[in-house]
């Protein structure tokens, strides 16, 4: 008689489920040992202060753990309004949003990014953006002589989520506001789906918001922030 296999997967998931159900009724997280995150309102979250940026617009699934140290998109709540403030208007006088979608190589699961980028002849505010939020700063030389050589200031995903997420309600133009929005659902899952090597294995629900997501960018993209109807 040959026995049945049970999947190492399914078993872990098993595992998981019953661990986070008995933390909660100690009312510790539900991911690990800590105690639950309490808001100012004084509700009381079911993660720790560690993971309640890591929670998911919808309930993450069994069996799969997200990438560890995932930035929080309230990692920038505690800044100064007038630094807030400054940085929104350089953003939006001088860089780039950008909320973008497009297919993975296998052409069949939908792949949202999203990045935030200032470019200036100036190092000093660009260097004030690196200081502030972190992300990559580099020096982009020109080949024209007449030119001055650029400073660029890049950040990405959860990092763009959390930098769009506070200066949001700073921004005047509603493209920009559109586009910030964008960017703070798309890096809000980062991190919870698959990579394109294991996209089948993705729950329906995290495909269709993929593609949801995918195809708002698109529409921002190609009408100029004007969704497709």
């Given at each position: 008689?040959?026995?049945?296999?049970?999947?190492?997967?399914a078993r872990?998931a098993?595992?998981?489920?019953?661990w986070?159900?008995?933390?909660?009724a100690l009312?510790l997280?539900?991911a690990?040992?800590?105690?639950?995150?309490v808001?100012?309102?004084?509700?009381?979250?079911?993660r720790?202060?560690?993971?309640?940026g890591?929670q998911?617009?919808?309930?993450?699934f069994?069996?799969?753990?997200?990438?560890?140290?995932l930035?929080?998109?309230?990692a920038?709540s505690n800044?100064?309004v007038p630094?807030?403030?400054?940085?929104?208007g350089?953003?939006?006088?001088e860089?780039c949003?950008m909320?973008?979608?497009?297919?993975?190589?296998n052409?069949?699961s939908?792949?949202?990014?999203?990045?935030?980028?200032v470019?200036?002849?100036?190092e000093?505010?660009?260097?004030w953006?690196?200081?502030?939020?972190?992300g990559?700063?580099?020096?982009?030389?020109?080949k024209n002589?007449?030119h001055?050589?650029q400073?660029?200031?890049?950040v990405?995903?959860?990092?763009?989520g959390?930098?769009m997420a506070?200066l949001?309600?700073?921004?005047?133009?509603?493209?920009?506001?559109?586009?910030a929005a964008l960017?703070v659902?798309i890096?809000?899952?980062?991190?919870w789906?698959?990579?394109?090597?294991?996209?089948g294995?993705n729950?329906?629900?995290i495909?269709?918001?993929?593609?949801?997501?995918?195809?708002?960018?698109g529409a921002w993209?190609?009408?100029?922030?004007?969704p497709r109807?």
């Amino acid at each position: 008689m040959r026995l049945k296999r049970e999947h190492s997967q399914a078993r872990s998931a098993t595992l998981k489920r019953g661990w986070s159900q008995r933390n909660l009724a100690l009312g510790l997280c539900r991911a690990c040992r800590r105690p639950r995150a309490v808001l100012l309102s004084g509700h009381v979250l079911s993660r720790c202060e560690f993971h309640r940026g890591r929670q998911h617009v919808v309930q993450p699934f069994y069996g799969y753990s997200p990438p560890k140290g995932l930035l929080s998109l309230s990692a920038f709540s505690n800044l100064a309004v007038p630094d807030l403030a400054y940085a929104a208007g350089l953003i939006e006088g001088e860089g780039c949003i950008m909320p973008n979608s497009g297919k993975r190589s296998n052409r069949i699961s939908w792949r949202p990014y999203c990045r935030v980028s200032v470019a200036m002849t100036d190092e000093e505010p660009i260097k004030w953006l690196y200081e502030l939020f972190g992300g990559n700063m580099r020096p982009r030389p020109t080949k024209n002589p007449r030119h001055k050589d650029q400073f660029h200031w890049e950040v990405g995903g959860r990092r763009a989520g959390a930098v769009m997420a506070v200066l949001l309600r700073f921004f005047q133009t509603t493209r920009r506001k559109h586009a910030a929005a964008l960017v703070v659902k798309i890096s809000s899952i980062t991190g919870w789906w698959k990579s394109s090597a294991h996209s089948g294995k993705n729950p329906p629900e995290i495909r269709q918001l993929l593609r949801k997501l995918s195809e708002e960018a698109g529409a921002w993209r190609n009408d100029r922030g004007i969704p497709r109807r």
